[in-house]
Nanobody, 124 residues
Framework: QVQLVDSGGGLVQAGASLRLSCAAS????????LGWFRQAPGKEREFVAA????????VYADSVKGRSTISRDNAKNTVYLQMTGLKPEDTAVYSC?????????????????WGQGTQVTVSS
C-alpha cells in the first residue's frame, strides 16, 4: 500500500507560481509510475503531467506544457509539480497518483493510489 498526501495549493493571482507536493509513505515511489491530474468543478478529471518509473519518459498536457515541471525527490519520497504563469483556467483540485502497471500515463484508471487533492485557485 502507498499513502499519498498532496499539499502546496492555494489562492494566487494570474501569473504566479506554485509548487505542489505529493509525499508518499508505505512504499518507495521509485517503484511506481507517477502522475498529476486535476479536476475543476463540473468537469472530468484531467491529465496534467506524468513520468514513467524509470524517469525516461515525461509527458505534459498541452494546456500546461512549457509552464509546468514534474519531478521526484527519491530521498524525500516525494513528487512535485512546479507550475508557473498560472492562469484562471488552471483552477482545480490537483491530485497525484501512483501506479505499478500503468499502460497509458494519461489514463486515470491505470493508477492504483491517489492523493486527497490540493485546491489551486487562480484569480484574474
Amino acid at each position: 500500500q502507498v499513502q499519498l498526501v498532496d499539499s502546496g495549493g492555494g489562492l494566487v493571482q494570474a501569473g504566479a507560481s506554485l509548487r505542489l507536493s505529493c509525499a508518499a509513505s508505505g512504499r518507495t515511489l521509485i517503484n511506481y509510475h507517477l502522475g498529476w491530474f486535476r479536476q475543476a468543478p463540473g468537469k472530468e478529471r484531467e491529465f496534467v503531467a506524468a513520468f514513467r518509473r524509470a524517469g525516461d519518459y515525461i509527458v505534459y498536457a498541452d494546456s500546461v506544457k512549457g509552464r509546468s515541471t514534474i519531478s521526484r525527490d527519491n530521498a524525500k519520497n516525494t513528487v512535485y509539480l512546479q507550475m508557473t504563469g498560472l492562469k484562471p483556467e488552471d483552477t482545480a483540485v490537483y491530485s497525484c497518483a501512483a501506479g505499478a502497471r500503468v499502460v497509458d500515463v494519461r489514463r486515470p484508471g491505470d493508477y492504483d493510489y491517489w492523493g486527497q487533492g490540493t485546491q489551486v485557485t487562480v484569480s484574474s
